[in-house]
């Protein structure tokens, strides 16, 4: 009782002065907030209709006592909420530690999804065969795919699936 204190805000990050005050005496201190959970290394652009690549980045973890630890964000131990990359724009992905023990923290992954712009063909090596030839070489054919305002772009090879009226 009596002591007031000043200068401190849990959410916002960086640091702080802290001032604190008792009985007309006054003194200060430097206190530094972080994050509980951040996420780093992780995709952060998509196209429309790409679903969500936890195979990449990591969860930085900040315990009470200021200790930290990583995660990989494909772990047992996180589970990432839907993602909707059904329209272009800014959205996010919301990530959700938990340890089973009953600690969970969550974090918020920023992502950008982009239109698909434009794509080209590039054919196969083979395109000609000869009458003893019963399979068809998809090898060196594929599709690149460019978002529209962006340089993002995929590499997409051909497979059998995408391929149809070969009769050999």
Do not use: C, W
Request: hydrophobic share 30%; charged share 20%.
């Amino acid at each position: 009782e009596g002591v007031s204190s000043t200068g401190y805000d849990k959410n916002t990050l960086g640091k702080q002065t802290v001032t604190v005050t008792y009985e007309g005496q006054t003194t200060t201190f430097e206190v530094t907030v972080v994050a509980r959970m951040v996420a780093d290394g992780y995709k952060n652009e998509y196209f429309v209709g790409d679903a969500f690549d936890a195979s990449q980045g990591k969860l930085k973890i900040t315990r009470d006592d200021a200790t930290a630890f990583t995660v990989n964000l494909n772990s047992d131990l996180v589970t990432i909420e839907p993602f909707d990359s059904s329209k272009a724009g800014q959205t996010s992905v919301k990530a959700v530690y938990n340890d089973g023990k009953g600690t969970v923290y969550e974090a918020e992954l920023k992502v950008t999804v982009y239109p698909i712009g434009q794509v080209t063909f590039t054919k196969p090596s083979k395109t000609v065969y000869s009458s003893h030839d019963t399979e068809l070489s998809l090898a060196g054919g594929y599709f690149t795919v460019k978002a529209e305002g962006s340089d993002l772009s995929n590499y997409v090879p051909l497979t059998l699936s995408m391929v149809s009226g070969f009769d050999p």
